[in-house]
């Protein structure tokens, strides 16, 4: 029987680091021209102090898509103060893949998310608002239903309430039936309103 | 905290509920096995309660829940060749690309896990004996890894029950294993093929060490994770394979909606995941 190699060094148990991991020395690296070193580094930086700006900053100028990847996965797992309100300045920025990437990565903190929901909903810029809608399309949050209902009370553009009523249609209960029926009358001139706003009382009420 | 319970009114409701989804009809005697596994996702998802977590499997955009909850429902345990149009697409197609593009002659290295109780390593192994040719001129290195212990040294034994083997060709069954008191032993050569570790997937730590992979199994894991682990899982597999290297997920998972650094291959036999060639 041909044989199948068994190896007693399958697994690298000690892997040979070329730079130190402490936090210093790894915040240097994430301007290696390596994006392998930047890697390891934001990977290694996860249970630093104070690092999430800097974290941050990488990602507004990292090109390499690994990279990219890693920083929000990071920035996810330290979910603190800092990693939040970087992910929301990324909200404001004009390249759309990195508002993309700060919209699924705040998907997976609905616990860090939901304190500052009221505020982005308030935003002065209304893409801000829809961003935070489209934030909650699966954000596991208790609020989610109460947070889009008082969206289509309360906003006044039409956007931010057409893309809030979409998402009431997937999650909404009888408990927002009625601010559906007033959506219609608050925007009379608009079309889709109406047909998403009908569309959503039929599956809620299909329930 | 009061204990979760499913009344007769849940069952029924998910029951109907489950059956216009997935066309799975279970009946009254299935009650127990119903019931303990919606307990289970239940507390998982931390949704305190059935009317929370039905809520949330009816009306969650992305449907991960269902899948989740279906293949739940359907799994049982684990047996010698499931899924085994992965393998095919293994030998018929994986390992020949990678084995053509292959500038030295380093052994092919395959990760498999969760290892559970050592069925999927060993298939790979017989697979790769059987349908493989190049088997003559590459080495194999096969390692599967568990977080369990105790279902490591079960790998290891390499003792199965009638149930896990009855999928084999009676071929394989004769060729590789012994009849021993109600179950089989496999043989000693495929003990010797593969290599049992210990690894917690979610710890950087334990992981660090595996590098250098061509092909990594992954199969019906991903489900059990949330989205924030799936990454995880996904990174880590991404810093364990060569580039160009493959990932297999299972039939019902899909690593397009957790990471977008694998591209999606679609073989004759299957479709699986490739770290791209130009990556480091």
């Keep these: 029987m041909p044989i199948v190699k068994k190896t007693t060094s399958a697994v690298k148990n000690r892997v040979e680091r070329k730079q130190g991991r402490d936090c210093s020395t790894l915040l240097r690296q994430l301007s290696d021209k390596n994006p392998i070193a930047r890697r390891w580094a934001v990977k290694d930086l996860v249970d630093c102090l104070d690092v999430s700006d800097e974290l941050v900053e990488l990602l507004r100028w990292e090109e390499d898509s690994s990279v990219r990847e890693i920083i929000l996965t990071t920035l996810t797992r330290r979910a603190d103060e800092q ?24 998907k997976l903190l609905p616990d ?16 801000v608002r829809i961003f935070a809608v489209n934030v909650m399309e699966s954000l596991r949050h208790e609020k989610v239903e109460k947070w889009l209902k008082e969206v289509i009370e309360c906003d006044p553009h039409v956007n931010v309430c057409a893309t809030a009523v979409d998402l009431l249609g997937e999650v909404g209960t009888p408990y927002s039936r009625e601010a559906l029926e007033n959506l219609k009358m608050r925007f009379p001139g608009e079309p889709y309103i109406r047909f998403a706003a009908d569309l959503a009382l039929k599956r809620i009420l299909s329930i | 905290m009061a204990e979760l319970t499913i009344s007769m009114e849940d069952f029924l409701k998910f029951r109907e509920y489950f059956y216009r ?27 305190r309660n059935f009317r929370n977590y039905f809520m949330m499997l009816r009306f969650e955009a992305s449907g991960e829940e269902l899948q989740a909850l279906t293949n739940l429902m359907t799994v049982n345990e684990t047996y010698f060749f499931r899924e085994e149009y992965q393998f095919k697409c293994l030998v018929n197609s994986i390992l020949p690309e990678l084995t053509k593009s292959r500038k030295n002659q380093g052994p092919i290295r395959i990760w498999s896990m969760p290892s559970s109780s050592g069925e999927e390593a060993y298939s790979i192994a017989m697979y790769l004996l059987e349908y493989w040719p190049g088997i003559n001129q590459w080495d194999v290195e096969i390692i599967s890894s568990d977080i369990d212990t105790k279902i490591l040294d ?15 060709p009676k071929n394989l069954l004769s060729k590789y294993f012994s009849v021993s008191g109600e179950g089989f032993q496999i043989c000693d050569d495929l003990k010797e093929a593969v290599e049992f570790t210990r690894v917690n997937l ?14 990594i199994f992954c199969r019906n894991l991903l489900i059990y994770f949330d989205d924030l682990s799936r990454r995880q899982a ?22 397009s909606r957790i990471s977008s650094l694998y591209q999606a291959r679609k073989f004759s036999d299957s479709v699986v995941y490739q770290k791209s060639k130009e990556a480091r």
Excluded: W
């Design chain 2, 202 to 215: 979610m710890n950087s730590v334990d992981v660090r060490g595996y590098r250098g992979f061509d092909v």
């Design chain 2, 21 to 47: 989804k997935t066309g799975i009809q279970f009946d009254d005697a299935k009650r127990y096995f119903v019931d303990r596994r919606l307990i289970e996702r239940v507390e998982t998802t931390d949704s």
């Design chain 2, 154 to 168: 079960q790998a290891r034994r390499g003792y199965y029950s009638p149930r896990s083997v009855a999928n084999l």
């Design chain 1, 112 to 127: 860090e998310v939901a304190p500052i929901m009221g505020l982005l909903l308030a935003d002065a810029d209304p893409d």
């Design chain 1, 83 to 106: 990693a939040v309100a970087g992910l929301v300045e990324c909200l404001r920025s004009e390249d759309a893949s990195l508002r993309n990437e700060a919209i699924e990565a705040m």
């Design chain 2, 234 to 255: 996904a990174d880590t597999f991404y810093d364990a394979l060569h580039p160009g290297g493959f990932l297999c997920l299972g039939h019902s998972e899909s690593m």
